[in-house]
T-cell receptor, first 111, second 118 residues
Framework: KQEVTQIPAALSVPEGENLVLNCSFTDSAIYNLQWFRQDPGKGLTSLLLIQSSQREQTSGRLNASLDKSSGRSTLYIAASQPGDSATYLCAPRTGAGKSTFGDGTTLTVKP | NAGVMQNPRHLVRRRGQEARLRCSPMKGHSHVYWYRQLPEEGLKFMVYLQKENIIDESGMPKERFSAEFPKEGPSILRIQQVVRGDSAAYFC????????????????FGPGTRLTVL
């Protein structure tokens, strides 16, 4: 059974800082891993998807890495902005199609 | 291309009533997933469906819950005889493929239906 842990659970930083969110998962037999953000009371917005054969993906100020063998992924956010404040969710996906979500990291970026 | 549509966005039911949640996947997507987010908890997988087939329902409670994705029309998550513990946000996601190796198959999520059971 896949278990996903995200560290830290909460993070508060001043605007402009670079930061790293961590995700670990117990079952390395995944097909891909997706990072999402969730704003309070809202749905999920897909940020990045990394296929199992890839090591990293970049989109704008976001960079996600994947070390499948060790069951780890990181999301790097450069030059953080107040608009980045949200909960970030990591979701590795198995061949059965379903994703397993971590409890998320709640990020607050202070102006 | 419209995103994943869910309705209603908010649903209030009294204990013992039935709740029907609808999900229209993105155009061209034939895979639908339902997740539940209980208050102050993470998202938990419930069921994965393709057109007219339930592929994986391992996360769905055995009683009172059912899901379908007919050949025509939206996917439906049905909760019979709702109880207060069913109060949660129910999210639907869709993808064009099922995560086969080498396929790019981002899951796109709908805005969710927030069910409140009085």
């Amino acid at each position: 059974k896949q278990e996903v842990t995200q560290i830290p659970a909460a993070l508060s930083v001043p605007e402009g800082e670079n930061l790293v969110l961590n995700c670990s998962f117990t079952d390395s037999a995944i097909y891909n891993l997706q990072w999402f953000r969730q704003d309070p009371g809202k749905g999920l917005t897909s940020l990045l998807l990394i296929q199992s054969s890839q090591r990293e993906q970049t989109s704008g100020r976001l960079n996600a890495s994947l070390d499948k063998s060790s069951g780890r992924s990181t999301l790097y956010i450069a030059a953080s902005q107040p608009g980045d404040s949200a909960t970030y969710l990591c979701a590795p996906r198995t061949g059965a199609g379903k994703s397993t979500f971590g409890d998320g990291t709640t990020l607050t970026v202070k102006p | 291309n419209a995103g994943v549509m869910q309705n209603p966005r908010h649903l209030v039911r009294r204990r013992g009533q039935e709740a029907r949640l609808r999900c229209s996947p993105m155009k061209g997507h034939s895979h639908v997933y339902w997740y539940r987010q209980l208050p102050e908890e993470g998202l938990k997988f419930m069921v994965y469906l393709q057109k007219e087939n339930i592929i994986d329902e391992s996360g769905m409670p055995k009683e009172r819950f059912s899901a379908e994705f007919p050949k025509e029309g939206p996917s439906i998550l049905r909760i019979q005889q709702v109880v207060r513990g069913d109060s949660a946000a129910y999210f639907c996601a869709s993808s064009p493929q099922a995560g086969l190796a080498g396929e790019t198959d981002t899951q796109y999520f709908g805005p969710g239906t927030r069910l409140t059971v009085l």
